[in-house]
């Protein structure tokens, strides 16, 4: 059974940092779009930034471009989105998702098949 579990969420002061994870148990990520996704409260699920099946960066939020980055490990059975300089905005809960082999990056929720629970993300002094 394909899984995909994130970790790395927490409370965070604004301008630290936080990294996230997410390992895929049950099948790879290798060559498949991998997404991270964000939900703040009262506010619907949005895509941050995408792994494309290639290994480059998509990013879908203005509002993190030069602060978040998104990374593999070299076994492409973890994805990694590396958070700077955190502001209040960024709270919300985060989510991994990714897509089936060699297709494109999307920041719509409705493209990727798996996904998993999410962890909080809370920025506060």
């Known amino acids: 059974q394909p899984q995909l579990v994130e970790s790395g969420g927490g409370l965070v002061q604004p301008g630290g940092s936080l990294r996230l994870a997410c390992e895929a148990s049950?099948?790879?990520?290798?060559?498949?779009?991998v997404g991270w996704f964000r939900q703040a409260p009262g506010k619907e699920r949005e895509g941050i930034l995408c792994?494309?099946?290639?290994?480059?960066?998509?990013n879908y939020a203005d509002s993190v471009w030069d602060r978040f980055t998104i990374s593999t490990d070299n076994a492409k059975s973890t994805v990694y989105l590396q958070m700077n300089n955190l502001k209040p905005e960024d709270t919300g809960l985060y989510y991994c998702?990714?897509?089936?082999?060699?297709?494109?990056?999307?920041?719509?929720?409705?493209?990727?098949?798996?996904w998993g629970q999410g962890t909080q993300v809370t920025v506060s002094s």
């Open positions: 792994l494309t099946s290639s290994g480059t960066r998509k």
């Open positions: 998702a990714a897509r089936v082999y060699r297709t494109p990056c999307s920041a719509s929720t409705d493209a990727y098949p798996y």
């Open positions: 049950g099948f790879t990520l290798d060559k498949r779009p």
